[in-house]
């Protein structure tokens, strides 16, 4: 996937939900050939995942919710999935997280198992 069709990505999904300031990650499924978009809507602190590839998306799935996040959070996953067995694989997932403005923030981390 080219930076072009990322940006057409990050573009859809910035105005769509979170007022032009998305916190997004890709991680690439090489034995599927398929992105894993997964995305913080810090608005309302859930995490969604749009899968698939370039110009073939799926609809957003919603993975987990948070307890606060703000336009200052960001998101990661791993560069690649990794294959637990012949039948599952693995997005690993790290985010920001703050319960209100006055608490300090944390590190957070989940795992988004997949069939194959």
């Known amino acids: 996937m080219t930076t ?9 999904i910035g105005i769509a939900e979170a007022n ?3 916190r997004w990650f890709v991680t690439f499924d090489t034995f599927h050939s398929k992105y894993y978009l ?3 809507n810090y608005t309302t602190n859930t ?3 749009y899968s698939g590839t370039a110009g073939s998306w799926s ?8 307890v606060g996040g703000n336009s200052t959070m960001s998101i990661a996953t ?4 990794g294959r637990i067995d012949a039948s599952k694989f693995i997005v690993g997932i790290f985010y920001m997280e703050s319960p209100s403005p006055s608490t ?3 590190i957070k981390f989940a795992q988004e198992i997949l069939p194959d």
């Not at 609809?59 to 948070?66: E, G, N, P, Y």
């Open 104 to 106: 300090k923030t944390s």
């Open 4 to 12: 072009r069709e990322l940006d057409k990505v990050n573009g859809q």
């Open 38 to 40: 997964v995305y913080y």
């Open 20 to 22: 032009g300031t998305p």
């Open 47 to 49: 995490v969604y995942q």
């Open 59 to 66: 609809t957003r799935t919603q993975l987990f919710t948070t």
């Open 78 to 81: 791993y560069y690649q999935a």
